[in-house]
């Protein structure tokens, strides 16, 4: 495969400082000085800046890549600690993007950093990407990926992509530049369709393993490295993937579809069912009104639908009746007064409104809307949010 950077003059515009600072790499015989004149010339954009984009970007900035873009409009929330390594206590409510830029900084002073603190959408991508050389994908939804997926194919950037979910991660490198002047595989090539909507959760719905982004988000960064500098055999045309608690690995082939084909950017959200998931609404209460009616005296039943594990950290005192099984206890559910159905943070506990519907139960189904984590918000904060 090419580098993704072009070949370099052999006058290496490196100071005393940077000498110092790149000498295992220089010192390396198949990376030399060649090599780290192609990542002080390389442009990165690294497209998230929490659980892979902080290994990813610590280790791009530490490696000497020349220019780093960050695209991040979030915040920095105490949730966040377990895993992004980029922020500490201090940083809470804080822009991410800016953060993460004033930490690699202090981490290598001889890179540049430009931060886009906005929402990546159809009406940006393309710009922005198309000032970088590489992109390194860390989202966590399916409409991103794809929005990026696409951009990179229309502009002709190399998309080193990952994903991590509780114990698993995944990595690979999509639309590559191959020796032939064609492109390797991208992510259409691997997943063509978006899963269902709601059938995958996230990283705040799911969990993941604090260390995992860490040990997934080195490897991505490593593949950035061997794109950009040429060295090694970078992950075109395979997908690695990591089983962390069994300590298990597998690469698989992946192979380019002739239906895949990319002709402009498009509704993400529709392409992925969201708008439609969304449109699917269910009967509403806020935590405020919540309380009024606890204390009101009016008889209603509250239906917990998250794991036990959760039920454990901390709860509501409603009954547990998980989503994955809820269909199967439609006797355990109250037909003659409201059921106040909630869960971590209101998403599973709308899918479970919306399965019982599907399945014919009549009776007043209600959502608690930011289900525990509003409560403990703005109710009870002394209640253990995770």
């Keep these: 495969m090419q580098s993704a950077m072009k070949e370099q003059s052999s006058n290496h515009a490196f100071s005393p400082d940077e000498f110092a ?58 949730s966040n600690l ?5 922020f500490s206590t201090s940083d809470i409510g804080k ?18 950093v430009t931060v886009h603190e906005t929402r990546l959408d159809s009406n940006n991508a393309r710009e922005i990407i198309r000032q970088y050389d590489v992109v390194a994908d860390g989202t966590d939804n399916f409409p991103t990926r794809y929005l990026v997926n696409d951009a990179c194919v229309l502009e002709g950037k190399t998309n080193v992509y990952a994903s991590i979910f509780q114990f698993e991660g995944q990595v690979s490198v999509f639309n590559a530049l191959l020796p032939d002047g064609g492109r390797g595989p991208n992510y259409r090539d691997l997943f063509p369709e978006p899963p269902p909507p709601g059938l995958v959760p996230s990283c705040s719905e799911g969990g993941v393993l604090g260390v995992l982004p860490g040990i997934i ?20 045309g395979r997908i690695f ?43 509403e209460i ?34 547990l009746i998980p989503v994955g099984i809820i269909g199967e206890h439609l006797d355990r559910i109250a037909r003659d007064r409201k059921v106040i159905v909630h869960c971590r943070s209101g998403v599973r506990s709308a899918k479970a409104i919306r399965l019982l519907q599907e399945l014919g139960f009549q009776g007043e189904l209600i959502n608690l809307k930011g289900g525990i984590l509003a409560y403990a918000r703005e109710i009870n904060n ?3 949010v995770y």
């Design 21 to 78: 600072r790149y000498s295992r790499h220089i010192i390396i015989p198949e990376f030399g000085l060649d090599g780290q004149q192609k990542l002080k010339n390389a442009r990165v954009l690294v497209i998230g800046s929490g659980g892979l984009g902080s290994p990813v970007l610590l280790y791009l900035a530490a490696a000497g890549v020349g220019h780093i873009g960050i695209v991040d409009f979030d915040r920095v929330d105490d």
């Design 82 to 86: 377990q895993r992004q390594v980029l």
């Design 95 to 112: 822009s991410k993007a800016r953060q993460a830029r004033e930490r690699v900084l202090s981490l290598n002073p001889h890179i540049e």
């Design 217 to 236: 988000g080195s490897m991505q960064a490593l593949e950035v490295i061997k794109v950009i500098t040429g060295v090694g055999d970078p992950l075109v």
């Design 241 to 283: 993937l990591f089983d962390a608690a069994a300590f298990q690995t597998r690469i698989l082939r992946v192979s380019k579809r002739p239906e895949t084909v990319v002709t402009g950017l498009i509704d993400y959200q529709l392409f992925c069912g969201l708008d439609q998931f969304r449109e699917a609404e269910v009967p």
């Design 286 to 319: 806020d935590v405020q009104a919540f309380e009024s009616l606890r204390t009101s005296g009016e008889p209603f039943q509250l239906i917990d639908v998250r794991e036990p594990h959760e039920y454990d950290i901390a709860h509501l005192e409603g009954e």
């Design 382 to 384: 002394a209640l253990p």
